[in-house]
């Protein structure tokens, strides 16, 4: 019996170790929306964007706003979801909204740190964009404008990401209204380009190496992947198209590091062995994600 899933004391420890993450990534996210992100009025993405609009048209700094907006969004999620909603999105949401309020006390920003916008702009973008993905690997959101797209899929046939994404584009527009045609332009930049850094954090913290390996003696290279790296592989056996003789494949998934360790292993021990090495990012099983 694995007794690692059932040990009260692991499962502390796995608790334990999933809210030191969370904490942390929820702090990088604090960093990049407060002191990038605020003092340029970059109005893009969700919550914080809508925040800053806000903290322009009334004397309401954009922490408070954040701050009132994410418990009022909780609450709402919590009447309408809930059990469903989720105490690590309930963590992260109150955390940041807390930790950026307690930094407009403890730190004012009356200025952008440098007087490089564009500088600032891709600290805006990355850092939160990394903290979304290591979030989102655990299974745990920032709250905000994801509770809003929980309740819509419940109750609701409405387009998620249509709308909204439309509601982001709505903040966009009313950047250039509310401060002037550069912010605009800024904050439209960092809307498109969000997504695509969400999207490709994720797909690099999960990159795994997918082996196919076409051999004579697959002995060999199975063994140094049970053995020295801790992996499994799959065989089976098939025959070469132009020699008609027997060959046998292994299929095996590795972490990067692995992976360079198999692929020089291979080099030197059997340099005739034949391989195609491929990217994957969605790899569900024993060992990988989504597994239980």
């Keep these: 019996m694995d007794t690692t899933i059932h040990s009260p004391k692991q499962r502390l420890l796995h608790v334990l170790a999933d809210y030191m993450i969370l904490t942390c990534a929820t702090l990088l996210m604090v960093v990049g929306i407060y002191f990038f992100k605020f003092p340029n009025n970059f109005s893009f993405g969700g919550v914080s964007g809508f925040s800053i609009v806000l903290g322009k048209l009334t ?86 404008t994801d509770i809003v797209a929980m309740i819509l899929r419940k109750y609701t046939s409405i387009h998620i990401g249509t709308s909204l994404f439309l509601v982001d584009l709505g903040m966009v527009v009313s950047a250039a209204f509310v401060f002037d045609v550069q912010t605009g332009l800024f904050s439209l930049v960092g809307l498109l380009a969000k997504s695509l850094a969400v999207d490709n954090v994720i797909e690099s913290i999960n990159l795994c190496k997918y082996f196919t390996i076409i051999c004579d003696d697959p002995k060999p290279i199975c063994d140094y992947i049970i053995h020295t790296l801790n992996r499994s592989a799959t065989t089976f056996h098939a025959e070469g198209t132009y020699s008609h003789s027997d060959k046998v494949i292994v299929l095996t998934v590795m972490r990067r590091n692995q992976a360079v360790q198999l692929r020089n292993f291979i080099r030197m021990h059997s340099p005739g062995t034949f391989m195609m090495i491929t990217n994957s990012s969605e790899i569900i099983g024993k060992g990988f994600r989504g597994f239980n």
């Design 59 to 144: 004397p309401i700094s954009p922490g408070t706003w954040t701050l009132y907006i994410n418990m009022g969004l909780l609450l709402v999620g919590f009447l309408l979801l809930g059990r469903s909603f989720g105490m690590r999105t309930t963590y992260v949401s109150v955390l940041m909204s807390v930790s950026i309020s307690a930094l407009e006390r403890w730190a004012p920003m009356t200025a952008p740190l440098t007087n490089q916008p564009m500088l600032e702009l891709l600290f805006a973008i990355g850092l939160p964009a990394v903290s979304s993905a290591i979030l989102f690997n655990i299974g745990a959101s920032s709250g905000g």
